[in-house]
């Protein structure tokens, strides 16, 4: 019993030391607010459920907060499907998720958006390497603002590494996510961000995770602002 709680209080310590050691990036990042730059925090709650060996079903509510932490950004709810064609290697899902905001034209906006995932992955311990393509159209609303294009439809390519430690129930993780707008007149194939996200995936038990971040999105419009944002989801798989 001593073992199982010492094991116990050094894995709170460690996720102690995370947390301290991301929020002092935040920090020193929030002193760079005066160029320009964004700081904000996200914090995620994740619920998957197997409906047969292959499908699943997800939920995940998500609140974005900006100016350093203190300021409202959205809330998103989203809900869908998984499918895995190779178990443990390839999958397809199709998404919706319902977007409540504060827009540019500082008002409230409703948004809805649509997306379908293939996600490829390939393990070569204690490396892991995945792909996941993303194809998504988000629905604005012409009363809250004025926007040329409507639906955004973006391209999304993302590449993630993860470092697996033997017999540790962590798994650091860096990854760049290329978002590219497409169907749209003026800016067609018009790379509009990367994001940039190092963390840490901690396995709490069986079904239990918590993830902890830190992501930096590149605006390649010199219009729009660069944002920081420090972050932490739980999920659930049952």
């Known amino acids: 019993m001593k073992s199982i709680r010492l094991t116990r209080l050094q894995g709170s310590g460690k996720i102690r030391i995370l947390v301290f050691f991301l929020l002092s990036i935040a920090f020193s990042l929030s002193a760079q607010n005066d160029r320009g730059m964004r700081l904000g925090g996200v914090l995620a709650v994740e619920v998957e459920k197997d409906i047969t060996r292959r499908l699943s079903g997800l939920f995940e509510q998500e609140l974005r907060l900006e100016n350093n ?4 950004n959205r809330t998103t709810s989203n809900i869908g499907l998984d499918y895995s064609i190779i178990p443990k290697k390839l999958k397809v899902g199709g998404f919706y998720t319902y977007i409540y905001m504060y827009n540019k034209d500082f008002l409230y906006e409703s948004r ?3 997306y379908f995932n293939v996600i490829y992955k390939e393990t070569f311990d204690p490396i892991t390497i995945s792909w996941r393509g993303r194809f998504q159209s988000t629905f604005r609303d012409e009363n809250k603002g004025s926007y040329r294009v409507n639906p955004r439809n973006i391209v999304k390519n993302k590449i993630e590494v993860t470092y697996s430690f033997f017999n540790l129930p962590f798994k650091p993780f860096v990854s760049a996510d ?3 707008i ?3 007149p003026r800016n067609n194939f018009e790379l509009s961000r990367i994001r940039y996200t190092g963390g840490v995936n901690w396995r709490l038990n069986r079904t239990d995770y918590l993830e902890l971040f830190l992501r930096y ?3 390649m419009d010199s219009r729009d602002l660069n944002g920081a944002a420090i972050g932490a989801r739980y999920k659930t798989r049952f």
Request: charged share 25%.
């Open 69 to 72: 932490n203190v300021g409202f």
């Open 112 to 114: 809805h958006r649509f």
């Open 178 to 180: 290329f978002s590219t």
């Open 182 to 184: 497409v169907l749209d």
């Open 217 to 219: 999105d590149q605006r």
